[in-house]
């Protein structure tokens, strides 16, 4: 078992981190309408999970310190190892692909989706301010 290691999130962005940032907040969105009651896109939530899955940190290695840092924002745990870490991404997964989410789990996933989305944007704002500094420095 590998130890997480505290890891810097990459300044730079790829437009697939673009995308998860959007889904994690479309995801939200769909949380927080069935949090009230409301009919909500089951469909958005399975791709969100889907990602969360085989479609998510097992094929990319990079997204998970924000996986991470979106589960120490919402919900206050450190995972010491990435075995943790993946079993956790993966008991989110089923929540969110089941086709009723558990009442007592909705807020606990909308506020991960929202730290997922957090996690990006950070990247992003990070990602354009080390820009714009190397380019007064260059100029």
């Known amino acids: 078992m590998s130890t997480m290691a505290k890891q810097p999130l990459n300044p730079s962005i790829s437009?697939?981190?673009l995308a998860l940032g959007d889904l994690a907040l479309d995801a939200a969105i769909q949380l927080e309408k069935l949090n009230s009651g409301r009919k909500a896109d089951l469909e958005?939530?399975?791709?969100?999970?889907?990602k969360l899955s085989g479609g998510g940190p097992a094929s990319d290695l990079t997204l998970l310190p924000i996986y991470n840092r979106a589960l120490v924002n919402a919900e206050r745990i450190q995972l010491s190892t990435k075995s943790d870490l993946y079993a956790?991404?993966?008991e989110m997964s089923k929540k969110l692909?089941?086709?009723?989410?558990p009442s007592n789990d909705i807020e606990r996933l909308r506020d991960f989706c929202l730290a997922v989305h957090d996690a990006l944007l950070s990247m992003r704002i990070d990602s354009l301010v080390t820009t714009r500094a190397n380019k007064e420095r260059l100029a």
């Open 15 to 17: 437009p697939q981190y």
């Open 44 to 50: 958005v939530l399975d791709l969100f999970a889907k």
């Open 88 to 90: 956790r991404l993966n």
């Open 97 to 101: 692909s089941s086709t009723s989410v």
